[in-house]
């Protein structure tokens, strides 16, 4: 069995409008949910961003309305940014400013005021603010306002920024809460939180100064935003840097990645997709209960049931919301990751944005957006440590055989915990380039040491020492205690943020759109290798002539691709036998038609066409009831669409005949209800055929030679057939008895 994929072959480069919601975090407007504004215009302008209390800088950049948001971002598109959804706003006001100027004072649900003076052309101005006061209907008319209160309810943010709350002031140096045993069940109900909340936190909250960073990051939320409101001011990638509360990382990761948004505008979606999905199996499913007990088995939560049932509803839930995609191994380490500090819904929605978004075609069966970053890192690596990359290719060692599993579990199956979400917390800030940044500062810092390294078994214990050391002194025999304090993670994270800032976006981007076609190329060999290796027959046919019937096929699937609600129909009927579970590409009718005007002269219509300068030939796939009947001979299996072994047997069927098997064959695809007689009706088909097949043979001998088929046929029929019983008198010869049209009537032997 094999799984053909042409998915990679219609990949399109994202549009200029797509680019900007990537940049924003925003769904795309098939995620949108009740939120979805894609009906509505959208619009940018010229701006400059202050906050009401004059507590920043202003920032001048560009002001977009997307409905259902509203979002800004910086000239220089690092230091400041927002998205804001439009039903978190309350009023908009026009400020009574200078002449010449024209500034709007926006007030948020929870009392923050953004001052935002548009510096466009005054129609320009006038045509935005009519464009957000609409999308501001919009917003009132759906109800979308009155759902914020209670939204905001599950994040850890509003605990923290409460005016009667003294959270931050209550929290001890372990992490843990003063009052915690009074108001154990009331935070509990109160926001989200992950199975840290149970099993306690990776690391030592002393160590990690929990108290002062929650202290820091109360402040900031106080005075620019939380949740769904926040404001993106370099103070905010600047405490990220540092570290994120334990409480508070699972809110500031859905806020980061923009997840928030998706869980805001679907509501109690991921419950009901539970309840509808209940008892159901597939591939994934199966796939998932294997590999249940080998995500984060040290710790705490998953060697008890609860974290074991709320990772396997996750995966479950996005297994079955993207039955294309379904389960890739590492996308458990990567829920139950984010489980420690997220709910079940939360960890849900951003599994969605880390699979669709952030790492694209990372955890796809093909595994393309990984090979595609690894052939882009190993570019990096041979632009920025040359010494290295040419040591690596002397001794022939492998730079991914580390670097594959950096990038798939981003870096949590490495490094302790405790250091991996510290990268994390910057992913989810920064983008995927912090991977690629830090991967680099990682050979960096231990580049004298790799090129002593002779094989990939070298570079591996090298790279497994170093992360086991990250907690130690960067510099344990400096006489600076302020130098010997240092860690090699706070090393390691200087030099990936400082040396590497040359790694944009946009470095990554122009990488990828290098080198991908070369990836492409690579996994369609592959795919075709392993289909041809998979076959349970060859026939007689060689591999390589198979290889050419897999190329026919495949360019059929790219004109007219196969349904793609075939693949979760078959997943859901497996029996449980490993090899029943494999899902299997079929085509369909109309693909096999270009299938057969690939290997066949006769099943295509070809007509030359002239302009006067140049010519070339028109290629038709042909129609005929031959073509269905050839495809319904092949179903073997009686599904309704051919496999690749099914193409390859039906080929192998007829290819290497002789006369007379070709006779029997042509007989067997004709005989309808296998009895071993051809009826009238089916002759005449017959011949049609023959008809079909030969119309582009030169002259007209092939019209005799069908005709004299036929003439030859029905005598031959008719001398076989009983002769009448009626003999009572001689006054006319016998003759046969009449045959139905729909009666047997010749055999194979005749």
């Not at 820091?216 to 570290?243: A, D, F, I, K, M």
């Not at 984010?338 to 699979?355: G, K, N, R, T």
């Not at 076959?535 to 046919?541: A, I, Q, Y």
Request: glycine share 6%.
């Amino acid at each position: 069995m094999s799984t053909i994929s042409t998915a990679l072959r219609h990949f399109k480069e994202p549009t200029k409008e797509q680019l900007t919601q990537i940049f924003f975090s925003l769904p795309a407007g098939d995620e949108a949910g009740q939120n979805g504004g894609s009906d509505q215009e959208k619009m940018d302008i010229n701006a400059v961003l202050s906050l009401g209390e004059a507590i920043e800088d202003s920032y001048a950049g560009k002001l977009h309305i997307m409905p259902p948001y509203l979002a800004f971002s910086s000239l220089d598109r690092k230091s400041v940014r927002f998205t804001i959804p439009l039903s978190t706003i309350r009023r908009v006001e026009r400020l009574n400013a200078r002449a010449g100027i024209y500034a709007l004072s926006l007030l948020l649900w929870h009392g923050m005021k953004i001052i935002v003076q548009l510096t466009s052309l005054r129609p320009t101005a006038d045509l935005f603010c009519s464009l957000l006061r609409d999308a501001l209907k919009v917003e009132l008319q759906r109800g979308q306002m009155k759902l914020v209160k209670s939204f905001v309810k599950t994040c850890y943010s509003e605990v923290l920024v409460s005016t009667s709350s003294i959270v931050g002031e209550n929290e001890r140096e372990d992490g843990s809460l003063i009052n915690e045993d009074k108001d154990a069940e009331s935070q509990d109900i109160a926001y989200h939180g992950g199975l840290g909340l149970k099993f306690k936190f990776p690391g030592d909250p002393k160590k990690l100064r929990e108290a002062s960073k929650i202290k820091l990051w109360t402040t900031y939320l106080r005075s620019h935003g939380r949740n769904l409101t926040l404001l993106r001011y370099p103070q905010c990638t600047r405490l990220v840097q540092v570290g994120l509360p334990n409480r508070l990382r699972g809110e500031m990761w859905e806020t980061l990645s923009g997840s928030i948004y998706l869980r805001f505008s679907n509501p109690g979606y991921y419950d009901q997709l539970l309840a509808e999905y209940t008892g159901s199996t597939s591939t994934s499913t199966e796939d998932i209960e294997k590999d249940l007990h080998r995500s984060l088995p040290e710790y705490a939560g998953y060697q008890s049931e609860a974290g074991i049932g709320a990772l396997r509803r996750v995966l479950q839930a996005y297994s079955f919301k993207n039955p294309d995609l379904g389960y890739c191994q590492a996308m458990n380490i990567l829920a139950a990751a984010i489980l420690i500090y997220m709910s079940e819904e939360q960890a849900f929605w951003l599994l969605e944005v880390l699979c669709d978004r952030l790492l694209p075609g990372y955890y796809a069966p093909s595994m393309h957006g990984t090979m595609l970053d690894q052939r882009v890192f190993e570019s990096l690596v041979q632009r920025c440590l040359p010494i290295i990359h040419e040591h690596f290719r002397l001794v022939d060692v492998q730079l991914s055989v580390a670097s594959l599993p950096w990038f798939l579990s981003l870096y949590i199956n490495s490094m302790p915990m405790v250091f991996a979400f510290r990268i994390v917390d910057c992913f989810f800030c920064m983008g995927p380039k912090v991977l690629f940044q830090v991967g680099l500062a990682i050979l960096k810092i231990n580049g004298e040491a790799l090129l002593q390294i002779q094989d990939d078994g070298g570079f591996l214990n090298l790279m497994r020492d170093y992360f086991a050391s990250l907690g130690e002194s960067a510099h344990p025999d400096s006489s600076d205690p302020r130098a010997r304090a240092i860690t090699r993670f706070q090393e390691l994270l200087l030099v990936s943020f400082r040396e590497f800032s040359v790694i944009t976006d946009e470095t990554i981007l122009t990488e990828r759109r290098r080198f991908r076609s070369e990836i492409i190329h690579s996994i369609e060999s592959f795919s075709k290798r392993s289909a041809v290796r998979n076959l349970k027959s060859l026939g007689r046919f060689t591999k390589e002539q198979a290889g050419l019937i897999y190329d026919a096929l495949y360019k059929a699937m790219c004109i007219v691709p196969p349904p793609p609600a075939a693949a979760p129909e078959k997943a859901l009927f497996t029996t449980g036998d490993g090899n029943e579970a494999k899902p299997e590409t079929r085509i369909g009718l109309r693909t096999f038609q270009h299938f057969l005007s690939e290997i066949a002269t006769w099943a295509r219509d070809e007509k030359i066409v002239m302009n006067g300068f140049q010519q070339r030939i028109d290629r038709e796939v042909a129609e005929h009831e031959f073509i269905d009947r050839l495809f319904f001979f092949w179903d073997t299996s009686c599904k309704g669409a051919l496999s690749f072994q099914d193409l390859v047997s039906g080929l192998d069927g007829v290819m290497f005949n002789d006369l007379m098997e070709n006779i029997e064959w042509f007989f067997n695809l004709h005989d309808k209800n296998k009895d071993g007689f051809l009826t009238k009706d089916e002759v005449l088909t017959l011949s049609e055929s023959f008809l079909f097949i030969f119309r582009y043979e030169i002259g007209d001998a092939y019209l005799g030679a069908v005709s004299r088929f036929m003439t030859n046929a029905f005598e031959y029929g008719d001398a076989l057939l009983p002769q009448s019983e009626a003999k009572e008198t001689d006054a006319e010869p016998e003759s046969p008895r009449p045959v139905e049209s729909n009666q047997p009537y010749l055999n194979l032997a005749t």
